[in-house]
């Protein structure tokens, strides 16, 4: 009698296994998911959003300008924008923060910072939209 479904439950065990792999993936994000209210409410996020000051990386402004996203647009997403809690990253530089949302321009944006005592260091700027092709950015 096992043997009669062995293969349906097989087949059960690698749904549920792709299932799991797909909803904990880091890189691939559904326009439903980037689609973010920015109701919620902010707690603990480990960083201020009103920072004496905001530094750029070279790489940041590198992307920035090969996708056409102004300064103004970063300040937008950095004090609307929602934490995409399952892209935080930790390495032995420290943690960094996905903000995402849609500006005033209607452009769909996620803006990575580091915070950096009472100041913000924005790493990289990506258009969730359009796919700009950046050969010059390192």
Not at 11 to 18: D, E, I, Q, W, Y
Not at 27 to 51: C, Q, Y
Request: aromatic share 8%; glycine share 6%.
């Amino acid at each position: 009698m096992l043997k009669r479904y062995a293969p349906y439950i097989v087949l059960l065990a690698a749904g549920l296994l792709c299932y799991f792999v797909f909803k904990n993936q880091r890189g691939s994000t559904t326009k439903a998911e980037t689609e973010i209210s920015t109701d919620a409410v902010r707690v603990n996020e480990g960083f201020t959003r009103t920072p004496d000051s905001i530094i750029y990386t070279k790489h940041a402004r590198c992307r920035m300008a090969c996708r056409y996203i102004t300064e103004p647009e970063v300040k937008e997403i950095l004090e609307t924008g929602k934490v995409n809690e399952r892209k935080i990253e930790e390495d032995d530089r420290g943690k960094t923060y996905p903000l995402e949302g849609r500006t005033k321009e209607d452009k769909m944006l996620r803006v990575v910072v580091a915070p950096k005592r009472n100041n913000i260091v924005v790493v990289t700027v990506i258009d969730l939209d359009k796919n700009w092709p950046c050969g010059d950015c390192k």
